[in-house]
Antibody, heavy 123, light 107 residues
């Protein structure tokens, strides 16, 4: 059974840092790209960042570029999101999601998601 | 960046109704579009990928169509568990983007 378990959320001050983790199990972690997606309270989904299966390629939304860093440790089956220079508008539930591929190995969506971890940025 | 505009933002319907949600892309994305369902307090669930392919385990009352810039999600006969929020997502290029969402409410 595929499981994704996020941790590391909590209260941070503006300008502060947090590191989120996503522990994966039930699939070959090193064979799949992964993404972080967030959802501010009462708002819609916002894609944040993605990383390739090997970790060689990373991608970011403009809203977090230069402040957030995505990484992974395939030996530990764990995905990370390092968040620096946090702002009030970063307050959200952060989900990790496993990439789903079509028959041509084209990224086609997120087929498994964690339960989310809440990040609150406030003084 | 590619913008996705969903319409309507809110939709009132009754059990058994056929409903259609539209997602328009600011530029062509071929068929690289997914649809999700999200219930309150839960993570999103992948319903459709590649614009029209039903994800395994998803009821056949859900269907998707379109390519290029205009896409639709249709629920052929609304069931009580379908009254929730739906999002489209483009995967043509990074940054990946989501539509603003459509909330389906009971009339």
């Amino acid at each position: 059974e595929v499981q994704l378990l996020e941790s590391g959320g909590g209260l941070a001050q503006p300008g502060g840092s947090l590191r989120l983790s996503c522990a994966a199990s039930g699939f070959t972690f090193s064979s799949y790209g992964m993404s972080w997606v967030r959802q501010a309270p009462g708002k819609g989904l916002e894609w944040v960042s993605a990383i390739s299966d090997s970790g060689d390629s990373t991608y970011y939304a403009d809203s977090v570029k230069g402040r957030f860093t995505i990484s992974r440790d395939n030996s530990k089956n764990t995905l990370y999101l390092h968040m620096n220079s946090l702002r009030a508008e970063d307050t959200a539930v952060y989900y990790c999601a496993k990439h789903f591929y079509d028959s041509r190995r084209r990224y086609s969506g997120g087929d498994y998601w964690g339960q989310g971890t809440l990040v609150t940025v406030s003084s | 960046d590619i913008q996705l505009t969903q319409s309507p933002s809110f939709l009132s319907a009754s059990v058994g109704d056929r409903v259609t949600i539209t997602c328009r892309a600011s530029q062509g994305i071929s068929s690289y579009l997914a649809w999700y369902q999200q219930k309150p307090g839960e993570a999103p669930k992948l319903l459709i990928y590649a614009a029209s392919t039903l994800q395994s385990g998803v009821p056949s009352r859900f269907s998707g169509s379109g390519s290029g810039t205009e896409f639709t999600l249709t629920i052929s006969s609304l069931q009580p568990e379908d009254f929730t929020t739906y999002y489209c997502q483009q995967l043509n290029s990074y940054p990946v983007t989501f539509g603003g969402g459509t909330k389906v409410e009971i009339k």
